[in-house]
């Protein structure tokens, strides 16, 4: 096995018995109440259309109960999504739960948790036609929830300091700065780690390093989410294109990314979730 790192500690005896114990599923998500009306959605109403522009973000809003989807347009293009509660920007999507709880990759049936101490359904995957597209051989899967955002200061640390503006980081950054009026710099602080729509990665089997490969992801398809909450999003149409070679540059061809947000059948009758029953005495 390939190592990145040199070995500084010899194994012990039992090593091949210590890596043969069977591993048990962290967080098994069986208690927690099944997704309901899932499917492609169809418009009962009006439905509000917003375009990301290649290498920049664009935001929406959606009240409990809508659903907002996401159409690969003119070419295969990976999207960086936020979310958070309208009325609360201090409550937004928790990737790592989410991916604690689901998987490193998300699809039709799966919940977008917010932060702590919220920790509650945000939105609910209702619909992702690439979901045939499973696991491939190389561990690669569609919709990242590992790959936190492309984002201006790790390019600066990897690449001699280099300046480049238009990472998903930045693109939100100016998207929810515009959207609420808040300074540059307190709008940063809100930009959190995103759902990676379309997005195809994984972790290399011998060193365990986090990969991407070129998106399956044509244009018509679609990635569809209820708001379980009303909800302010950000989506940036990521600079790496389809992330088939690299990001953080000009160099990938660049599409648009289609935001749709409408009302459905369940709509009127949608129920909020429930509060998280923690209780918050953390032990005082
Ligand atoms: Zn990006």
């Given at each position: 096995m390939p190592n990145r790192r040199p070995k500084l500690s010899p194994p012990p005896p039992d090593a091949d018995t210590r890596r043969a114990i069977a591993p048990v599923v962290?967080?098994?998500?069986?208690?927690l109440p099944e997704p309901r009306n899932l499917g492609p959605a169809t418009p009962t109403g009006p439905v509000t259309t917003t375009l990301a522009a290649p290498r920049d973000a664009a935001t929406f809003r959606a009240r409990a109960g809508q659903t907002i989807r996401i159409t690969s347009v003119d070419g295969p293009q990976v999207g960086d999504l936020n979310l958070w509660n309208a009325h609360d920007?201090?409550?937004?999507?928790y990737s790592g739960k989410t991916r604690a709880l689901h998987g490193t990759h998300v699809t039709t049936g799966d919940t977008l948790w917010s932060t702590l101490p919220h920790l509650r359904p945000m939105a609910t995957v209702t619909y992702d036609s690439l979901d045939w597209y499973g696991i491939d051989s190389y561990g690669g899967a569609v919709h990242?929830?590992?790959?936190t955002r492309c984002d201006p200061y790790t390019n600066a640390l990897l690449n001699s300091g280099d300046q480049y503006h238009y990472c998903c980081h930045s693109n939100l950054t100016r998207a929810l700065a515009d959207e609420t009026g808040l300074p540059l710099h307190d709008a940063e602080l809100l930009v959190h780690d995103v759902l990676n729509v379309f997005m195809c990665t994984g972790f290399t089997r011998d060193t365990g390093q986090y990969f991407m490969k070129a998106s399956p992801v044509r244009p018509g398809d679609t990635f569809e989410f209820r708001a379980e909450i009303d909800l302010l999003g950000a989506l940036s149409a990521c600079p790496?294109?389809?992330?088939?070679a690299e990001h953080s540059s000009d160099t990938t061809p660049c599409y648009p990314l289609k935001i749709e947000v409408f009302d459905t059948a369940h709509t009127a009758t949608h129920q909020p979730p429930n509060p998280n029953p923690y209780d918050r005495n953390h032990g005082r």
């Amino acid at each position: 096995m390939p190592n990145r790192r040199p070995k500084l500690s010899p194994p012990p005896p039992d090593a091949d018995t210590r890596r043969a114990i069977a591993p048990v599923v962290c967080y098994p998500p069986e208690t927690l109440p099944e997704p309901r009306n899932l499917g492609p959605a169809t418009p009962t109403g009006p439905v509000t259309t917003t375009l990301a522009a290649p290498r920049d973000a664009a935001t929406f809003r959606a009240r409990a109960g809508q659903t907002i989807r996401i159409t690969s347009v003119d070419g295969p293009q990976v999207g960086d999504l936020n979310l958070w509660n309208a009325h609360d920007l201090t409550e937004r999507f928790y990737s790592g739960k989410t991916r604690a709880l689901h998987g490193t990759h998300v699809t039709t049936g799966d919940t977008l948790w917010s932060t702590l101490p919220h920790l509650r359904p945000m939105a609910t995957v209702t619909y992702d036609s690439l979901d045939w597209y499973g696991i491939d051989s190389y561990g690669g899967a569609v919709h990242d929830v590992i790959g936190t955002r492309c984002d201006p200061y790790t390019n600066a640390l990897l690449n001699s300091g280099d300046q480049y503006h238009y990472c998903c980081h930045s693109n939100l950054t100016r998207a929810l700065a515009d959207e609420t009026g808040l300074p540059l710099h307190d709008a940063e602080l809100l930009v959190h780690d995103v759902l990676n729509v379309f997005m195809c990665t994984g972790f290399t089997r011998d060193t365990g390093q986090y990969f991407m490969k070129a998106s399956p992801v044509r244009p018509g398809d679609t990635f569809e989410f209820r708001a379980e909450i009303d909800l302010l999003g950000a989506l940036s149409a990521c600079p790496g294109g389809d992330c088939g070679a690299e990001h953080s540059s000009d160099t990938t061809p660049c599409y648009p990314l289609k935001i749709e947000v409408f009302d459905t059948a369940h709509t009127a009758t949608h129920q909020p979730p429930n509060p998280n029953p923690y209780d918050r005495n953390h032990g005082r």
